[in-house]
């Protein structure tokens, strides 16, 4: 079920700005048939932790942490290079929540810089959806942080 954030998100097309009462025209989010395959794909291999490339307006992920939510999900680590320019950090507020079970590591870097970083803390992840438009990922860092799906 799309959250109902997401929801509203999706109907009017526009996202809040994170002071004052402008609107923003949402972009280059995915759309609720995507939302809903992510969060088939979480219920059924019920990962504990989670890691996007490409967090935008925070789309993707809020489908991500409800689902990861409803499985006890500990962790989701969003990696945006752009989040604080581009996005205007309004990705990361939205997670900002009181009933936000899962906690929200993110990483405002290129993918290539912040994966590596992650493999050499010894960061394991289960579940991982690349959306990034520079294509400079390699799968190679996400199966070296895979722990085994
Ligand atoms: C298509 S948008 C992501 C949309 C988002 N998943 C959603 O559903 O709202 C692509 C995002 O990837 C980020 N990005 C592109 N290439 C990247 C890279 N190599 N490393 C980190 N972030 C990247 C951009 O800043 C942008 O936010």
Not at 64 to 92: E, N, P, R
Not at 120 to 141: C, M, R
Request: charged share 20%.
């Amino acid at each position: 079920m799309t959250p109902p954030l997401v929801d509203e998100i999706l109907r009017t097309q526009t996202v809040h700005a994170i002071e004052g009462s402008a609107t923003l025209p949402l972009k280059d989010a995915i759309d609720a048939e995507i939302g809903s395959l992510l969060q088939k794909l979480i219920l059924e291999k019920r990962p504990s932790v989670t890691l996007e490339i490409g967090l935008a307006y925070g789309i993707s992920g809020l489908f991500i942490c409800d689902a990861l939510t409803k499985v006890g999900g500990k962790k989701h680590i969003a990696i945006d290079a752009f989040q604080s320019t581009t996005w205007s950090g309004i990705g990361i507020h939205l997670f900002v929540k009181p009933d936000m079970e899962i906690s929200l590591n993110s990483a405002k870097q290129l993918s290539q810089d912040a994966l590596p970083q992650l493999v050499n803390e010894g960061v394991k992840v289960d579940f991982a959806f690349i959306d990034g438009t520079i294509p400079s990922t390699k799968e190679w860092w996400i199966s070296s942080m895979s722990t085994g799906f």
